[in-house]
Each structure stands twice: as C-alpha cells, then as structure tokens.
C-alpha cells in the first residue's frame, strides 16, 4: 500500500473507531510504519475527523517532516515497533485508545494489588486474535518510562516464545499492534469486547474459570494461538 493510500486507511479507521464508540473526543492516535519513517496522527486530533494531508510525517529517526504536530506518543510507538519487529517483522500499525471497558478494568482492585495481565483465557477468539495483555504500571500520558516499560514488556514475553500484539497501559488505555491498520483494529476490538464481557461476567454468581491448560494447548496446536 502507497503513502496516500495509508493516510486514506488511518483515516478510515479513525472514524471507524471514533463512530462505533471506541474512542471519544481527542483520546487515542494510530501511526504506521513507512519504509522511508513513520505516519501519526496529530496531538489533540479527533480520530472521527482526520484529514489525510495533516498527518504527520517523520523520518526513521523520529523527525518531523511534514503535516501537523506530532501525537506526543510517537516515542511509545517507535519503541513498540522496534521490539515487535523482533517477532512479527511485518508490524506496521499501532493504534491506541482510551476504550472504557478496558480501562475500567485497568481501575479493579485488583490492578494495584499486582496483577500482571489484564484479562484471563475467556474466550478462544481472544486467545487466538489478541493473546496476552500484560498491565503496564501507570505513569503520566507521554512519559519515556512507560515505553522503556512496554518494549521491555513486549521482549519478555516474545522471548518466552509468547509474542503480544497489545500491552495495556494502567489507567490510560491499550496499545495494540499488527500488520495493517485494519488487523490492528480487529485486534483491538476484539479485546475491548472480551473487556466488556468480562465486566458482565463479574456480575454472576460464579464468574466463569478461564479456558483449560488442554483447551489452551488444542488452540495453539491448530490455530497457532500465542499462549
């Protein structure tokens, strides 16, 4: 896919998310990786009301080059491409949002008692779509220990043989990654949906046991699933 292309897709996406509730108001950026630098969307841009020509250009070195300003995350996503790269060497997209049901469980008692992943084995789409979500501890919007923290995150578990496509920043929202934006967005949605569903599960009687260690092992056999 050309540049112009790319800049169309992002904004598709954009408004994709920002329409169907995923994010709101000036929350969230999506960048991809060119060959030649980085495309991001701009600080404080509403993903539903991109403009392809705005977004911003930077070489591989992370220097502004063209369109409007910056989202300040750009640091977070060259460091999520360079350990993803090591696993999956077609990661090309990084989307991030502020999507409610995740970061309502990032806000569970739980979170600060030490938990090290956001949600269990629920559902074998999640396990086999999005995988692991580790929980990164909470630092300010834009902070350089939280991307030393996610890459650190994403070389651990890709060299335990588990690569991640999504690390879940605490109080903040989820970043996630893949080969397009369009596959960087079904990942995403797929794990805002088994957030919600989790939510409801915990509003049962008897909340229900993640997938078994043999059912867990039946998906990575046939589907390839990284967990």
């Known amino acids: 896919m050309g540049e112009s292309k790319t800049r169309e897709e992002i904004c598709r996406v954009g408004k994709s998310l920002f329409d169907r509730g995923y994010v709101h ?7 991809v990786r060119l060959d030649d630098g980085f495309l991001i969307t701009p600080t404080d841009a509403c993903l539903g009301f991109l403009d ?6 930077l070489d591989l070195d992370g220097k502004h080059i063209s369109g ?5 995350t750009i640091v977070l996503h060259q460091r999520i491409y360079r350990a993803a790269r090591r696993f999956d060497s077609q990661s090309s997209c990084v989307i991030h949002t502020h999507s409610t049901a ?7 008692g739980e ?3 030490g938990a090290q992943e956001l949600l269990p084995a629920l559902t074998p789409y999640f396990v086999m ?3 692991r979500v580790p ?3 909470y630092r300010r919007p834009g902070a ?6 996610v890459e650190s995150a994403i070389n651990h578990y890709g060299d335990q043989g588990t690569p991640i496509r999504a690390v879940m920043l605490e109080r903040l929202g989820p970043n996630v990654w893949h080969d397009s934006p369009a596959a960087a967005m079904a990942t995403l949605e797929e794990l805002e949906e088994t957030a919600k569903l989790w939510l409801q599960c915990q509003q049962m009687v008897s909340p229900p046991q993640p997938l078994a260690a043999p059912q867990l092992g039946e998906l990575r056999e046939i589907f390839g699933a990284r967990w």
């Open 25 to 31: 108001a000036s929350a969230g950026n999506i960048s």
């Open 52 to 57: 392809p020509a705005a977004l911003a250009k």
């Open 68 to 72: 409007d300003r910056p989202s300040k």
């Open 102 to 108: 995740c970061v309502a469980l990032s806000l569970r």
């Open 111 to 113: 979170m600060s008692a």
């Open 129 to 131: 779509k999005v995988g």
């Open 135 to 137: 929980i990164i501890p």
């Open 144 to 149: 350089s220990e939280a991307a030393v923290l």
